[in-house]
Every structure is written in C-alpha cells, then in structure tokens.
C-alpha cells in the first residue's frame, strides 16, 4: 500500500488469468496493483488522511523543506520524469524548485492509470512554461520510451526520475533491484533518482499503518473481493474474509492478507476456476517492504549511484534519498 494507481491499462483477460494463476498458488496470491480500481484508489486517499498511516504527509513534508537541495545541480534543460505519482502533488513540489531556479524544465509522467495521468496534468498546469507528457503505461515500459525518445531526438541537458511514495516497498527485494537497474540503464552520468521509503519501525506503529481502527484498509483489502465479484462474475461474501495485517520481522515487510473465516469454496466465471479455501487460509495481497536508511545508501552504490543527499523524517520513519548516476557494479540488496 504505497500510493494510488486505478489500473486501466490491464484488460480483463490479463486480470482472468493472473487471477486464476494466483489463486492456484500456495499461498494463495493476488498482485497489488487491482487494489487499485477507481474505488480502491479512492479509499486509499482516505488512507492517507489517517494519523496512523504518515507516510504521504511525512514525504509531502520533506518535499517541501528540501526541494530546492534534492533538485539542486541538475543539469537545464531537464527531463523530469515521474513513475506512478499519482495526482501530481509531489511532482509539483519539485517543479516549483526548478522553475524557480531558472531550470528549462519538461516533465514525463508514467502510470497506467489514466485518471491519475489527467490529474496530474492539470495540476501541472499552473506551471505553462514547463512541457508535460504523460505516458499510459508500465513504468519500465515508459521510462524506456522516453529515453529512446531522448536519444532519438539528441536532447541535451539531465534527467531526473522520481520514484515517491515508497513505492518501491511494494516490490520483492529481488524486483526491486532488477527495477532500479532498469532505472539506472536508463539514465546517463550525472542524471539523477530521487527515491521515497518507508524505514523500519516498531511493530505496533507498522501493523496500526495498515489495520487502522477506523477500518479504512480493511475495506481498500476487501475492495479487491468487490472488484473480482464485479468484473469476473465472482461470488466471494464479504463477511467470509477478515482482512489481516501483519508484520513479517524475517523479511522486513508488512502483509496483507484476506483471511477465510470458514472452509469454502468461490466460483469465478471469469477466470474459469473454483476456488476452495480453507477456514483461515488467505490470500496474500500485498507486501510492503520497509528499510534502513544506510542499506539503501549501500544498495544505490552497488547499482551505479552515488549518494547525492539523503532526509529523514525522524518522527514518521521516513526517508527521501536522491543519487546522481555514475558507474555500475553489480552487488547486493538492501537492508
């Protein structure tokens, strides 16, 4: 649970088939990103708003105390491109720094929502100096189409990728790896990440970020039982799972779970499957990984990325690291 995206761009013959390809798995598994229909993506605004879940203002607020230094050196023109940023307002943090230093500015946005891409426009559109595209894609399929676009076209000047919201936390640590180093191939020396992280807290502050006693993330996990009832004729009941959340210690990550309460069995017509269910089986529907500052550090050197400057949001356990691109050596993951 890292930041909105109302998926738009899968159909629903590729959400069919990673259905029935998860929930034939053991444990049983479905990939975060259907979380985020247009009423998850919704929900998790309100997710947001709740004191036990600070991650949003935590970044918001580094953003805009450290924007000028996250930005400061980049080479004009500059190329800004954003990965799944939802509404823009992050974005717009860093654009105000640039533009008020005088920077020759365009921006890239990449999501495969389209409402988020919209938004994010328009909230740009403060800004008529600065140049904005949004691509309706995968993040490695469209920071690989604006890179070619920028060799094809000799463009000059720096790139900046933002990669917020600790989004990365939803990746395996293995994914994330492979995704920075596609990051990384993307970029010339000199260009720069600027990656937002949760960090490893104590457990009650962690599990309480995602069970909050008002229920919001219990109804955004069962969203997901909606959305399958919905657009694959499932007949999942509500009151048949319990959403769980817990803190997995050996691998640095909060789960979420949708626990059976009761040994059954859930026809989905549009993945051609029935699935049975055990009382207190689950289907594990999202990780979130959380680090420590120092591994990132030594993680983004091993990939070819110098440490530029590093804020944390002490109180919250936040941080927003930015690295300028230089060699790359292979190496290990992070803590």
């Given amino acids: 649970?890292?930041?909105?995206?109302?998926?738009?761009?899968?159909?629903?013959?590729?959400?069919?088939?990673?259905?029935?390809?998860?929930?034939?798995?053991?444990?049983?598994?479905?990939?975060?990103?259907?979380?985020?229909?247009?009423?998850?993506?919704?929900?998790?605004?309100?997710i947001c708003e709740l004191p036990e879940y600070p991650i949003t203002r935590a970044e918001l607020n580094l953003l805009a105390a450290h924007s000028v230094a996250i930005s400061a050196g980049v080479a004009s023109p500059l190329t800004l491109v954003e990965l799944g940023g939802g509404n823009g307002e992050k974005l717009a943090l860093l654009v105000v720094a640039l533009v008020d230093a005088g920077v020759d500015l365009r921006v890239e946005l990449v999501d495969v929502s389209a409402t988020a891409l919209e938004l994010a426009t328009r909230k740009l559109a403060r800004f008529p100096q600065v140049s904005v595209a949004g691509h309706q894609a995968t993040y490695e399929d469209g920071l690989r189409r604006i890179a070619r676009q920028r060799a094809a076209e000799g463009r000059a000047g720096g790139m900046m990728v933002a990669f917020l919201g600790s989004n990365i936390g939803n990746l395996e640590p293995s994914a994330a790896r492979l995704f920075l180093v596609s990051i990384r191939a993307a970029l010339r020396i000199d260009d720069r990440i600027v990656l937002g992280t949760d960090l490893v807290k104590p457990e009650s502050e962690l599990v309480a970020a995602y069970d909050d006693p008002l229920g919001v993330t219990a109804a955004f996990n069962k969203n997901l039982l909606v959305r399958l009832n919905r657009e694959l004729g499932a007949n999942f009941t509500l009151d048949g799972f319990a959403h769980r959340a817990v803190w997995n210690a050996a691998e640095s990550r909060v789960e979420m779970h949708l626990e059976s309460l009761r040994t059954q069995r859930v026809s989905i017509p549009g993945s051609g499957c029935e699935?049975?269910?055990?009382?207190?089986?689950?289907?594990?529907?999202?990780?979130?990984?959380?680090?420590?500052?120092?591994?990132?550090?030594?993680?983004?050197?091993?990939l070819g990325l110098a440490r530029h400057d590093q804020w944390v949001d002490e109180e919250a356990g936040f941080a927003v690291t930015a690295f300028d691109a230089v060699g790359f050596r292979p190496g290990s993951s992070p803590s």
């Fill in 1 to 46: 649970m890292e930041t909105s995206s109302e998926v738009v761009l899968t159909g629903c013959d590729a959400l069919a088939d990673d259905v029935r390809r998860g929930l034939q798995r053991s444990p049983k598994r479905l990939q975060p990103r259907y979380l985020y229909d247009a009423l998850g993506s919704r929900l998790f605004e309100a």
């Fill in 275 to 302: 699935v049975a269910f055990a009382a207190g089986e689950s289907i594990w529907t999202e990780s979130s990984y959380k680090y420590e500052r120092a591994g990132l550090v030594a993680w983004g050197t091993d």
